[in-house]
């Protein structure tokens, strides 16, 4: 069930619709971003049904109730708006009172949710394809960009052939990945309003025979039938912007879990850097 579109699931139903039923699934398919954050009694109101034959349908589709149908909804929704869109939403779902507390609020939501749901088994499987790739080919663009050169960043430092996957032309997206292969790994970023480029890119290497794994939101993401293995982190919709949060405290797990797999490796290349550094500038030095 959580698998699927929402209104997949409400426009396919096994079950024969009573009126207010019916009525329920028209207003979720014209009004689908209002739907997603509106209590069941506020969602009876407009349609004119009891709260009782909202959470009724709920049940009939599966859910443990409507709070469960309500977070599909969302999930769906997130995916699907515009920026404009975003913003309306924003506006009765957010306290503009306490913007700073709503925001954080969100951040630690979704990274409660994350660490909840995360599998130790594919974080562990995704760390080793990390260290044992001959190149490693990182892609994330449009808001997943900062993850990606961030993750590319500490990877860089860790091993040797790392490439981060600029959003340029299209072309020259495929030219910077023209000599992957099988012994490569191609870690893709992507989370809602998923990235074409990025799409395009993980299956360029796929196609190619590289190992393809990817960091996401949910099973549903299109990067995930092109990955042997995703991680889930969760991200949350902040008025025109997303949670990222969660997703960047995965990517420093991942690096730390790299760091102490390669344990002497590591330390030998920081206490290079170091001695680099401090020839060199490259930070302010301590002032009591």
């Given at each position: 069930m959580k698998d699927r579109d929402f209104l997949s699931v409400i426009n396919n139903c096994n079950f024969r619709l009573s009126k207010g039923q019916r009525?329920?699934?028209?207003?979720?398919?014209?009004?689908?971003?209002?739907?997603?954050?509106?209590?069941?009694?506020?969602?009876?109101?407009?349609?004119g049904v009891s709260d009782s034959t909202v959470v009724r349908f709920a049940v009939d589709l599966g859910y443990r109730g409507y709070p469960e149908m309500r977070k599909a909804m969302q999930d769906m929704v997130r995916s699907r708006l515009t920026s404009v869109q975003r913003i309306e939403v924003a506006k009765r779902t957010i306290d503009e009172n306490n913007l700073i507390k709503s925001v954080i609020s969100v951040d630690i939501e979704m990274l409660q949710t994350t660490l909840q749901q995360i599998s130790h088994e594919d974080f562990n499987t995704i760390v080793d394809l990390l260290i044992k790739a001959d190149h490693l080919y990182i892609v994330g663009m449009r808001t997943s960009t900062s993850l990606a050169s961030f993750f590319a960043l500490y990877m860089n430092l860790l091993r040797k052939n790392v490439h981060v996957i600029r959003d340029t032309a299209a072309s020259e997206v495929f030219e910077q990945m023209v000599r992957i292969g099988e012994k490569d790994v191609c870690f893709g970023i992507s989370f809602p309003r998923y990235s074409t480029k990025t799409v395009e890119s993980m299956s360029f290497a796929k196609a190619r025979g590289a190992h393809v794994v990817g960091l996401t939101d949910s099973p549903t993401s299109p990067i995930c039938s092109l990955s042997s293995v995703s991680l889930y982190a969760k991200s949350e919709m902040i008025s025109f912007l997303d949670s990222l949060a969660a997703p960047l405290s995965v990517i420093n797990a991942l690096i730390v879990a790299v760091g102490a797999k390669t344990g002497q490796s590591a330390y030998d290349t920081f206490k290079e850097l170091e001695d680099i550094w401090t020839k060199w500038g490259v930070y302010e030095p301590y002032r009591k």
């Amino acid at each position: 069930m959580k698998d699927r579109d929402f209104l997949s699931v409400i426009n396919n139903c096994n079950f024969r619709l009573s009126k207010g039923q019916r009525a329920i699934v028209h207003f979720i398919n014209e009004n689908y971003d209002k739907a997603a954050f509106m209590t069941a009694g506020k969602l009876g109101k407009e349609v004119g049904v009891s709260d009782s034959t909202v959470v009724r349908f709920a049940v009939d589709l599966g859910y443990r109730g409507y709070p469960e149908m309500r977070k599909a909804m969302q999930d769906m929704v997130r995916s699907r708006l515009t920026s404009v869109q975003r913003i309306e939403v924003a506006k009765r779902t957010i306290d503009e009172n306490n913007l700073i507390k709503s925001v954080i609020s969100v951040d630690i939501e979704m990274l409660q949710t994350t660490l909840q749901q995360i599998s130790h088994e594919d974080f562990n499987t995704i760390v080793d394809l990390l260290i044992k790739a001959d190149h490693l080919y990182i892609v994330g663009m449009r808001t997943s960009t900062s993850l990606a050169s961030f993750f590319a960043l500490y990877m860089n430092l860790l091993r040797k052939n790392v490439h981060v996957i600029r959003d340029t032309a299209a072309s020259e997206v495929f030219e910077q990945m023209v000599r992957i292969g099988e012994k490569d790994v191609c870690f893709g970023i992507s989370f809602p309003r998923y990235s074409t480029k990025t799409v395009e890119s993980m299956s360029f290497a796929k196609a190619r025979g590289a190992h393809v794994v990817g960091l996401t939101d949910s099973p549903t993401s299109p990067i995930c039938s092109l990955s042997s293995v995703s991680l889930y982190a969760k991200s949350e919709m902040i008025s025109f912007l997303d949670s990222l949060a969660a997703p960047l405290s995965v990517i420093n797990a991942l690096i730390v879990a790299v760091g102490a797999k390669t344990g002497q490796s590591a330390y030998d290349t920081f206490k290079e850097l170091e001695d680099i550094w401090t020839k060199w500038g490259v930070y302010e030095p301590y002032r009591k």
